[in-house]
């Protein structure tokens, strides 16, 4: 053909498609499908309606244009409501079942967990849910030997083990108890949650050395030798875990709580750095922190006035429980929990 009647015939094939593009739809790259409404507007797809899908396909020197209708849609196959709540409470329930080992309802069997101030509030509330995770427990405690005595009967598998944290012999026991009673390496996991707390809430100015020295020698010292006993006894490569239950006060700083606020804040930061050193053991150091929470320790020496408030600056408007700190002391405690390391939960309905 010569070269003239060529460059002719070109022309005229892309007048050609640009006329076949310009009636039906914007310039697209080759190749790709855009979809044109019935009223030869580009558009999405309307519900009810045919399709038409064009593509433009690139032959060489010139392109052209394909058309092919699309069916609609088989009436009746969007979901109902009753159809989506299923859908959504299915996937919440795999969503929740997913949060443990598959097949295993109680992530905590086979492994030894030592509790520290068991018998009574917060800490019998632990002990219990670290149980019926499976858990073998030693229930540690100071003076209540009626209460934790019962405690242990009701569970499976426990043993209570008197014991003063503040003393190095007493912390040991606790260990020496979980290999005695159960074998299996000895204690996997470690709580520390025994604490008390100054009744009379003094201003700095007004607390004596004596009530300040017992204040920190239970919750700090006590907190101290048993971080470092879990740290040099609790098994490697797996399953290691400690808790050290602290306070939200650590954050709020309400006044007449200074030797309380000062002991606990020296435990996250003891828990925070053990966490560090504890690298390449598998074992995790945390805290839960737990704001006002109804218990003898929390009621006893205050007026119903400062119950009150104490409820009132909560934005959950009441008080906490026992049974809102427990699963989460126990969450860490799971294998699940394992890459949550050094850090402080302050479980306390948004108080701080």
Not at 58 to 69: K, L, M
Not at 196 to 219: H, I, L, M, S
Not at 272 to 298: H, I, Q, W, Y
Request: net charge positive; glycine share 10%.
């Amino acid at each position: 053909m010569p070269p003239r009647a060529r460059a002719l015939e070109d022309r005229t094939a892309q007048h050609e498609a640009h006329e076949v593009t310009r009636r039906r739809g914007p310039h697209r790259c080759p190749g790709v499908l855009w979809t044109q409404s019935p009223n030869g507007r580009p558009g999405p797809a309307r519900r009810g309606r045919r399709e038409r899908r064009t593509r433009v396909v690139n032959t060489g020197r010139t392109r052209s244009c394909e058309t092919q209708e699309t069916p609609e849609p088989p009436r009746g196959t969007m979901a109902d409501a009753g159809d989506v709540s299923a859908v959504a409470a299915a996937a919440a329930a795999a969503a929740a079942a997913s949060a443990l080992p598959a097949g295993n309802a109680q992530p905590l069997a086979g492994r030894v967990a030592i509790v520290t101030g068991a018998s009574r509030g917060i800490g019998r509330a632990i002990a219990a849910h670290l149980s019926s995770l499976g858990a073998s427990v030693v229930l540690g405690y100071a003076s209540r030997a009626d209460e934790a005595d019962a405690l242990a009967a009701s569970l499976p598998r426990a043993v209570a083990v008197r014991a003063d944290v503040s003393d190095e012999a007493g912390v040991r026991s606790l260990f020496d108890a979980a290999e005695s009673a159960f074998g299996v390496g000895g204690a996997h996991i470690l709580v520390a949650n025994a604490g008390v707390n100054d009744d009379t809430y003094p201003a700095v100015a007004d607390t004596t050395t004596e009530a300040f020295d017992r204040v920190v020698a239970v919750n700090l010292r006590g907190a101290f030798l048993c971080l470092r006993e879990a740290a040099n006894r609790v098994p490697r490569g797996g399953g290691g875990r400690i808790v050290a239950v602290t306070s939200s006060v650590v954050g709020s700083l309400p006044p007449g709580y200074a030797a309380y606020t000062a002991s606990k804040a020296a435990v996250e930061a003891l828990v925070r750095t053990m966490a560090k050193e504890l690298r390449g053991t598998r074992v995790t150091a945390n805290c839960v922190a737990p704001g006002a929470t109804a218990s003898d320790m929390f009621f006893k020496g205050k007026s119903e006035d400062m119950v009150r408030r104490a409820v009132e600056i909560c934005p959950m408007e009441r008080l906490g429980e026992p049974g809102d700190i427990a699963p989460v002391v126990g969450f860490l405690c799971t294998d699940a929990a394992e890459w949550v390391n050094g850090q402080v939960i302050r479980a306390n309905g948004g108080y701080v």
